[in-house]
């Protein structure tokens, strides 16, 4: 099994930045993807970005340009660096790991990280 843990989260007043890191620990051999995605109060949660090995990685329409992901995978760690940060970015973000061959579904998920945007 994998484990994530996500760590990072904050509170920053828009325009800011904030990078949020995710730990994989447990049979990290077994990930094709890993990402992000947030849940806001009162919303659907929502798919942020994914980083898939030998693939390009993707962002949600919403935060192309300001989000970047970046994978180190020597350390089993993924980064999401968040620039040019809106209120509307206020969430818990959850990190999550895709182990499955067949299926597209993240079927890891982290506990989660409270990031707040203050106006």
């Known amino acids: 099994q994998v484990q994530l843990v996500e760590s990072g989260g904050g509170l920053v007043q828009a325009g800011g930045s904030l990078r949020l890191s995710c730990v994989a620990s447990g049979r990290t051999f077994s990930i094709y993807a890993m990402g992000w995605f947030r849940q806001a109060p009162g919303k659907e949660r929502e798919f942020v970005g994914a980083?898939?090995?030998?693939?390009?990685?993707m962002y949600a329409d919403s935060v192309k340009g300001r989000f970047g992901i970046l994978g180190d995978n020597a350390k089993n760690t993924v980064y999401l660096q968040m620039n040019s940060l809106k209120p509307e970015d206020t969430a818990v973000y959850y990190c999550?790991?895709?182990?499955?061959?067949?299926?597209?579904?993240?079927?890891?998920w982290g506990q989660g990280t409270q990031v707040t945007v203050s106006s």
């Open positions: 999550v790991a895709r182990t499955k061959p067949r299926s597209p579904a993240y079927d890891i």
């Open positions: 980083i898939t090995w030998g693939a390009p990685t």
